[in-house]
């Protein structure tokens, strides 16, 4: 079955770099989009960023373009989110979430969620 | 910057029908934008309801249904039950990679 195990929150002083990672099984990794969600505590969610199947494109938010970065590794089934200069509005629970299909289309419709890792930037 | 604006919440009776509404600070939703709504009760992931405007999610049930209405996307749920008492997001594709989430409904079923 279709497994996405984020992890590598945690909490981090502002200014500092953190690298999140989400596990995929149970599926071709390497022929879906993946996404990145996040939601503060007591808020809404915000997407993030979104990589093509094999990496080549990648799309962020204003919020976190240029201080982001999304990857991932098609042999180790695994995305990555880089996230350097931390503030205190980064401060979220991080979802990875796989599309629903491998259209290559980039609209944000999921079938798999991850569970979610918490970052916390505070000094 | 754009905005994609949701009812802040909104109340039902169980049994009674309810549309959710998710719409753009400037301009019109259409089809273009792929509107996928979500569904997410406290401390658990999203859930997809319904994607591409209309398309139901696997293994969600029929009382739930997407559309253009007017100038926005819209959700209803037919059939209120009392586990429908979650918040429901909807989000809109942008074009170019871009994608951005409304604020969100808080529902409430009584």
């Known amino acids: 079955q279709v497994q996405l195990v984020d992890s590598g929150g945690g909490v981090v002083q502002p200014g500092r770099s953190l690298r999140l990672s989400c596990a995929a099984s149970?599926?071709?990794?390497?022929?879906?989009?993946m996404h990145w969600v996040r939601q503060a505590p007591g808020k809404g969610l915000e997407w993030v960023a979104v990589?093509?199947?094999?990496?080549?494109?990648?799309y962020y938010a204003d919020s976190v373009k240029g201080r982001f970065t999304i990857s991932r590794d098609n042999f180790k089934n695994t995305l990555y989110l880089q996230m350097n200069s931390l503030t205190a509005e980064d401060t979220a629970v991080y979802y990875c979430?796989?599309?629903?299909?491998?259209?290559?289309?980039?609209?944000?419709?999921?079938?798999?969620w991850g569970q979610g890792t918490l970052v916390t930037v505070s000094s | 910057q754009t905005v994609v604006t949701q009812e802040p919440s909104f109340s039902v009776s169980p049994g009674g029908t309810i549309t959710l509404t998710c719409g753009l600070s400037?301009?019109?939703?259409?089809?273009?934008?792929?509107p996928t709504w979500y569904q997410q009760t406290p401390g658990q992931a999203p859930r997809t309801l319904i994607y591409?405007?209309?398309t139901r999610s696997s293994g969600v049930p029929d009382r739930f249904s997407g559309s253009i209405l007017g100038n926005k996307a819209a959700l209803t749920i037919t059939g209120a039950q009392a586990d429908d008492e979650s918040d429901y997001y909807c989000?809109?594709?942008?074009?170019?990679?871009?994608?951005?989430f409304g604020g969100g409904t808080k529902l409430t079923v009584l």
């Open positions: 989000v809109l594709y942008m074009g170019g990679g871009i994608s951005v």
């Open positions: 149970g599926f071709t990794f390497s022929n879906y989009g």
């Open positions: 979430a796989k599309r629903f299909d491998d259209s290559g289309s980039y609209y944000p419709a999921f079938d798999f």
């Open positions: 990589i093509s199947y094999d990496g080549s494109n990648k």
């Open positions: 400037s301009g019109s939703v259409s089809t273009s934008y792929y």
């Open positions: 591409s405007t209309n």
